[in-house]
């Protein structure tokens, strides 16, 4: 382990301000999870799986808005492709707490649509700004940063809900959220190698150009880009944009999705349990643990010589998830969530580094996109089914079914690696005996 290389980031002046900036912005978006739940369940008296199913609407939306929004970082620029992103988060969060349920979940799947990127932009900048050889670092000390902010932003959402009101507390979510959205304009990070405040080589080495069609190939790519409809050219050329996708990027992609499942359910099963005991109060102490604990496992992940696959953190993540059915009380959940917590930040890290070594960089905004895509599809799976399990049988069920959905998720994911690499293990051998019959005939017969 290495801990110098967070003194020697952290003593750049652009990256440690990206960071604190990055803490801030998540801040509206971290409260909203914890605020619509209750929104829904105590201001709007409905159950835990409608409480769920609005949360899946937010994650839904964002899971189909972050690649197009990706996609618009990579073309127009940062503060341009965030514009409409700072107007519909005001527009949206001020009008949703007066809706009925039904346009409740159409105003959640909008807001999500367009909300602030805030995650796939900050791991897209910080893979620019940064050596590639300390980027695991640089996203390590990301999600570290992400845990302090879900440490405060839940919090903040029950202090809303429980001393003002939920209607109150959701309009300042999105007034919040577009002041984010505005600070992140202001400071322009850069998200390509070569804008102003990107990571130079000290040598002076220039970047080998990119692979891509040459000649007819390259003419036919042309061909079909111009022939995109008006939504393609929307989006960017969508038809082409997505050579980039393999099944290593897919084998990430559903990590990611496991974490997004495993937060967002453990999320509401931590406010169905202590609201069973009546003590939604002491939310902020059962994250503290939780964040905490990730926080820590970030630090030791970031200082790490060697990557571990995001897979295998995922299954230890959701097997250790399972037991905090058992706790009883709020001090009870906080200390079994440690373990599970300790695995949080690892996960995201090691799945958003592999992400950046797997894809070309003018590829790396779309494919941050649906990396965050994955993860709130993971969410927006992980909230309802939590809250069906909590309404029908209870709160522990909740842990159990996400700990159980995702345990199986990474094995599935496992499986793949493994019969893929004994596929490629095996298409080699063939080729690599040919490859030794050519040598032997091209070879000089020995002297007799």
């Known amino acids: 382990m290495n801990f110098a290389n967070y003194r020697q980031l952290l003593a750049i002046a652009p990256v440690r301000r990206l960071l604190v900036i990055a803490m801030i912005a998540r801040i509206p978006h971290a409260a909203a999870g914890v605020l619509l739940t209750l929104h829904v369940v105590q201001t709007m008296n409905l159950s835990y799986a409608a409480a769920g199913s609005v949360a899946a609407a937010v994650t839904v939306g964002i899971a189909l808005g972050a690649p197009w929004r990706g996609r618009q970082v990579d073309i127009l620029g ?18 949703a707490p007066f809706l009925n349920y039904q346009l409740l979940v159409v105003a959640a799947v909008i807001g999500g649509l367009f909300a602030v990127p ?12 940064v050596p590639p050889g300390q980027r695991r670092t640089a996203y390590a000390l990301d999600s570290m940063g992400a845990e302090i902010t879900f440490m405060v932003g839940p919090a903040a959402g029950v202090v809303l809900a429980t001393t003002i009101h939920t209607v109150v507390g959701l309009v300042i ?15 322009n990070p850069p998200t390509r190698s070569g804008h102003k405040g990107a990571w130079v080589d ?28 008006r939504l393609g050219r929307l989006w960017g050329g969508a038809r082409s944009n997505l050579v ?80 905090m059915g058992f706790a009883g009380n709020a001090w009870t959940l906080g200390l079994l969530s440690i373990l599970p917590g300790f695995l949080c930040a690892p996960v995201l890290t090691s799945s958003a580094e592999h992400i950046a070594d797997l894809v070309e960089e003018r590829r790396r905004g779309e494919a941050m996109g649906w990396y965050g895509s994955s993860m709130t599809l993971g969410s927006a799976m992980g909230a309802p089914f939590a809250g069906a399990m909590i309404d029908a049988v209870g709160p522990w069920a909740g842990f159990a079914v996400i700990g159980i959905l995702a345990g199986v998720l990474a094995l599935a994911g496992l499986a793949a690696q493994y019969a893929r690499r004994r596929r490629a293990g095996t298409a080699a051998a063939p080729a690599g005996a040919q490859r030794a019959g050519l040598d032997g005939l091209l070879e000089e017969p020995d002297p007799v």
Do not use: H
């Open 244 to 323: 980039w996708v393999n099944l290593a990027v897919l084998a990430v992609l559903g990590a990611s999705l496991g974490a997004g499942l495993v937060l967002s359910g453990t999320d509401v099963g931590m406010v169905a349990m202590l609201r069973a005991n009546g003590q939604v109060g002491e939310l902020g102490v059962v994250f503290f643990f939780w964040c905490g604990a990730s926080l820590v496992g970030g630090l030791v992940y970031g200082s790490l010589k060697r990557s571990i696959n995001p897979l295998w953190l995922l299954g230890a993540m959701a097997l250790l998830t399972i037991p």
């Open 118 to 129: 805030i995650f796939s932009v900050v791991r897209q900048a910080l893979g620019v700004m």
């Open 173 to 187: 979510i999105g007034v919040s959220a577009a002041l984010a959205g505005l600070l992140l304009m202001w400071t």
């Open 78 to 95: 940062l503060r341009r492709a965030l514009v409409p992103s700072v107007i519909a988060e005001v527009a949206v969060w001020s009008v």
């Open 202 to 229: 000290p040598a002076g080495a220039v970047p080998a150009p990119e692979a891509g069609p040459k000649g007819p190939a390259r003419i036919a790519a042309g061909n079909v880009q111009a022939r995109t409809s």
